[in-house]
């Protein structure tokens, strides 16, 4: 099987070592700041920049913080209705992101994991989703 095309490679990947496991591209500074996405200008705690700030693997699990279903959205690709969720990650950041699964399932509170999920009107791409862990 051919490997799918992930559509953001520079926010996340798949961790082949840890059975597929959907990995996301954070940050680490030397003050101990954990960050998502990586980046290099500078920490939002303590402002270092550069070499302090080191790629760490996160590991795209969390609780969700928040939900909200839209059922009308600006661009008309975008097909509704869909779910948003405010995620804090395990090691501390603050994504948001599309959810899947159930929407009975995405209350706060709730355990979710990242997951690729086909998009685009030929599924030919991988995009990250959070899901109600199981
Ligand atoms: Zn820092």
């Known amino acids: 099987m051919a490997t799918p095309t992930l559509l953001?490679?520079?926010l996340y990947g798949a961790d082949a070592h840890d059975g597929g496991?959907?990995?996301l591209h954070g940050g680490r500074c030397t003050c101990g700041h954990v960050f998502f996405p990586m980046q290099r200008y500078g920490c939002e705690?303590?402002?270092?920049d550069g070499d302090d700030l080191k790629p760490v693997a996160l590991k795209g699990r969390g609780v969700l913080a928040a939900?909200?279903?839209v059922?009308?959205?600006?661009r008309p690709e975008r097909k509704a209705p869909f779910t948003i969720g405010t995620v804090r990650l395990d090691e501390g950041?603050?994504?948001r992101a599309v959810l899947t699964g159930p929407v009975a399932d995405l209350v706060p509170g709730r355990l979710v994991v990242a997951t690729l999920m086909p998009v685009g009107d030929a599924n030919d791409a991988l995009d990250l989703r959070f899901m109600a862990a199981r």
Do not use: F, I, L
């Open 45 to 48: 705690k303590c402002g270092r």
């Open 93 to 95: 950041p603050v994504v």
């Open 71 to 74: 059922h009308m959205h600006a």
């Open 8 to 10: 953001k490679p520079e």
């Open 67 to 69: 939900s909200v279903t």
């Open 21 to 23: 496991t959907v990995v």
